[in-house]
């Protein structure tokens, strides 16, 4: 089953625009990290925030969590066409190992 | 580095019959876990190992089922598939034991008819 809930569900913004995607989850965890997808593809690797850390950054990523919301947000600046994608919240929990456990996902759409 | 690897791609096979997928990590990973991706389910897990213990389970029935080699690759066997057993299916290899960021591989697309 998914840990939590992504909203919203799809996004379509136009190039240059800001896109903000929100995750939540149920359980305390370990870490955070969003994931995307290009159509039914593996899955990349985009950013892993740490349950004792607030805010990072990376390039025109900016991710936050707010554990006593049991929340995250990703925030996209400038989107690009090539940003299109699925994007998912994955959570780990301690003593969870490796173990990854996804949310619902938010289907993003950059047009030109 | 070569990513992770996944063969085969693609996959058709009939209800009744069973299947093998193959996994090799990153060079020097040695976690490996599988992912079963549907359009109803989403993203679920299967199983991680480690150094070729299992170490996490998913909530799958029995007929999933894995294994890891000592050279850190990854196979997982499906038995007696069923319809609902069509999906994607993804692994992915990491550094470390401790939660840590995730490399996935393009994923073998299953389909039973």
Not at chain 1, 8 to 31: D, F, H, R, V, W
Not at chain 2, 48 to 72: A, L, M, V
Request: one cysteine or more.
């Amino acid at each position: 089953s998914q840990q939590g809930e992504e909203d919203p569900q799809a996004l379509s913004i136009q190039e240059g625009e800001n896109a903000t995607m929100n995750c939540s989850y149920k359980t305390s965890i370990n870490n955070l990290q969003w994931y995307r997808q290009n159509s039914g593809r593996g899955l990349v690797h985009l950013i892993l925030i740490r349950s004792n850390e607030r805010e990072k950054h990376s390039g025109r990523l900016r991710v936050t969590l707010d554990t006593s919301k049991k929340s995250s947000s990703l925030l996209i600046t400038a989107s690009r066409a090539a940003d299109t994608a699925s994007y998912f919240c994955a959570t780990t929990l301690t003593g969870g190992g490796n173990k990854l456990t996804f949310g619902t996902g938010t289907q993003l759409k950059v047009e030109l | 580095k070569a990513g992770v690897t996944q063969t085969p791609r693609y996959l058709i096979k009939t209800r009744g019959q069973q299947v093998t997928l193959s996994c090799s990590p990153i060079s020097g990973h040695r976690s490996v876990s599988w992912y079963q991706q549907t359009p109803g389910q989403g993203l679920q897990f299967l199983f991680e190992y480690f150094s070729e213990t299992q170490r996490n389970k998913g909530n799958f029935p029995g007929r999933f089922s894995g294994r890891q080699f000592s050279n850190s690759r990854s196979e997982m066997n499906v038995s007696t598939l069923e319809l609902g057993d069509s999906a994607l299916y993804l692994c992915a290899s990491s550094l470390e034991q401790i939660p840590y960021e995730q490399y996935f591989g393009p994923g073998t697309r299953l389909t039973v008819t």
